[in-house]
């Protein structure tokens, strides 16, 4: 088996950054063979795995991510290690491979990982904030206001309208509206957008289209840059029952509605 091992590790020794197609079959198979006789807290075979990820072929990063999850049990520490070294690489595709296997090598509520993907979620790169949306909704927990909070700041940062869809859908997965676990309350998003932030006197907001109505079991906590607003008569067009307000991110403000 040792032997093995140190065969399969020559083969990775040198990442493949061409894309080329037959080289990508050969390194695909090294990685997927190398998950199944390597030992589970091998360091050096679980970082050679890692360093496919700054491949330049998609196919290679996800079956990279894939021989990760299925080298060792969940959250075991060579495995760890080996993405963290990755998660902050200059290459925006590489990060986003890190990210996601991060979330695929995480058991639901590690908190370590989720303190790992948090930061992702604000990434200037919509690849690697997608890959940080998808990883949070397999770890966080139903209920995980930081997580909730994070999510809103990359909502509010993206543009992209597949982001604003993934992280609107995790939002309602964290707050429980997927399981009926969630007390009564609700997250309004899309949020309101404030249509002049620099209005002195009455701040106008819209609703954007197809607001969805998110059940929720606690209230989210001010992520940091944010602040609860009070409402007061600052704000026209509101829904009735509003009772809460987080923000600004941007300009957009989430308001709160309590049962």
């Known amino acids: 088996q040792a032997e093995d091992v140190a065969a399969l590790l020559e083969m990775l020794r040198d990442p493949e950054t ?4 037959s080289v990508v079959d050969v390194m695909g198979a090294a990685l997927t063979a190398l998950a199944k006789v390597a030992p589970p807290d091998h360091e050096a075979s679980a970082h050679a795995i890692a360093d496919s990820f700054d ?10 991510g894939m021989s990760l999850r299925d080298l060792a049990p969940p959250g075991t520490p060579a495995v760890r290690r080996a993405i963290c070294t990755m998660l902050g690489h200059l290459t925006p595709d590489t990060r986003a491979a890190a990210v996601r296997a991060l979330g695929m090598t995480s058991a639901p509520g590690d908190s ?14 919509p ?6 949306i998808e990883s949070v909704s397999r770890v966080a927990p139903v209920g995980h206001t930081a997580t909730m909070a994070a999510v809103m700041g990359c909502l509010a940062l993206s543009t992209e309208h597949k982001l604003q869809v993934l992280a609107t859908k995790t939002l309602q997965h964290l707050a429980g509206a997927e399981e009926g ?3 009564p309350g609700e997250l309004l998003v899309d949020p309101l957008r404030i249509r002049d932030p620099e209005c002195a006197g009455q701040r106008r907001v819209q609703v954007d289209d197809g607001v969805i109505p998110l059940d929720s079991a606690t209230e989210p906590a001010p992520p940091s840059g944010m602040t609860s607003i009070p ?26 509605r309590r049962a």
Do not use: C, H, M
């Open 181 to 183: 676990e969630a007390t």
């Open 55 to 64: 491949s330049k072929s998609i196919t290679l990063r996800k079956r990279a």
């Open 231 to 256: 409402l007061g008569k600052d704000f026209r067009g509101l829904p009735p029952g509003i009772t809460g307000a987080l923000g600004p991110i941007g300009d957009f403000i989430f308001f709160w």
């Open 18 to 21: 061409s894309g080329d197609a």
């Open 127 to 132: 690849q690697v904030r997608q890959s940080a």
């Open 112 to 125: 370590e990982a989720i303190a790992l993907l948090l930061p992702t979620l604000g990434d200037a790169e």
